[in-house]
T-cell receptor, first 112, second 111 residues
Framework: EAEVAQSPRYKITEKSQAVAFWCDPI?????LYWYRQILGQGPELLVQ????????DSQLPKDRFSAERLKGVDSTLKIQPAELGDSAMYLC??????????FGPGTRLLVL | QKEVEQNSGPLSVPEGAIASLNCTYS??????FFWYRQYSGKSPELIMF????GDKEDGRFTAQLNKASQYVSLLIRDSQPSDSATYLC???????????FGAGTRLFVKA
């Protein structure tokens, strides 16, 4: 069964350092999402790609966060510099259109 | 008013009982509605989706949609301890472009 892959699964970093997360969606899924989920809350959309184009990044803190999906397949989310408040689970999901989303295992980030 | 609202719980039910989880949404033009289950420390997984008013059944799960009341619910029959998780309601809004997640309801099924 096809799955969304993410790496790393866990990341511990110090504030002001740079971190990067990678996501490989299910093959053929044109839509890719990056979410941030704080404990006890629902996933918050950071950025949504349709193929290689960003279609929604309204909640992405652009002063420190960046995301790319250069060839319309895998994607990287970067934080520079990391802040204490960035500690959260970062989830990647993909879908054929705008319907059912399939989530990867997530990356748990701890900023010290 | 939040776009998608859920009671955070926890909702506690005995094993074998029916668990009823509720969700309201603000975008009257919303098109599709999804229920995801999320175990502690894991990522969300789809349980079921519903597009049309009425009920949709899948095994022990039934989703109910009332677009006039902007209300969607999930019933879990014969609840099992393994159903203990957070249940996320997700709504695909007007235009079929953006999905908004609720904060989730924590469910505990007591053995």
């Amino acid at each position: 069964e096809a799955e969304v892959a993410q790496s790393p699964r866990y990341k511990i970093t110090e504030k002001s350092q740079a971190v990067a997360f990678w996501c490989d969606p299910i093959s053929g899924h044109a839509t890719l999402y990056w979410y941030r989920q704080i404990l006890g809350q629902g996933p918050e959309l950071l950025v949504q790609f349709q193929d290689e184009s960003v279609v929604d990044d309204s909640q992405l803190p652009k002063d420190r966060f960046s995301a790319e999906r250069l060839k319309g397949v895998d994607s990287t989310l970067k934080i520079q510099p990391a802040e204490l408040g960035d500690s959260a689970m970062y989830l990647c999901a993909s879908s054929l259109g705008a319907g059912t989303q399939y989530f990867g295992p997530g990356t748990r980030l701890l900023v010290l | 008013q939040k776009e998608v609202e859920q009671n955070s719980g926890p909702l506690s039910v005995p094993e074998g009982a029916i668990a009823s989880l509720n969700c309201t949404y603000s975008d009257r033009g919303s098109q599709s509605f999804f229920w995801y289950r999320q175990y502690s420390g894991k990522s969300p997984e789809l349980i079921m989706f519903i597009y049309s008013n009425g009920d949709k059944e899948d095994g022990r799960f039934t989703a109910q949609l009332n677009k006039a009341s902007q209300y969607v619910s999930l019933l879990i029959r014969d609840s099992q301890p393994s159903d203990s998780a957070t249940y996320l309601c997700a709504v695909l809004g007007t235009g079929g472009f953006k999905t908004i997640f609720g904060a989730g309801t924590r469910l505990f099924v007591k053995a």
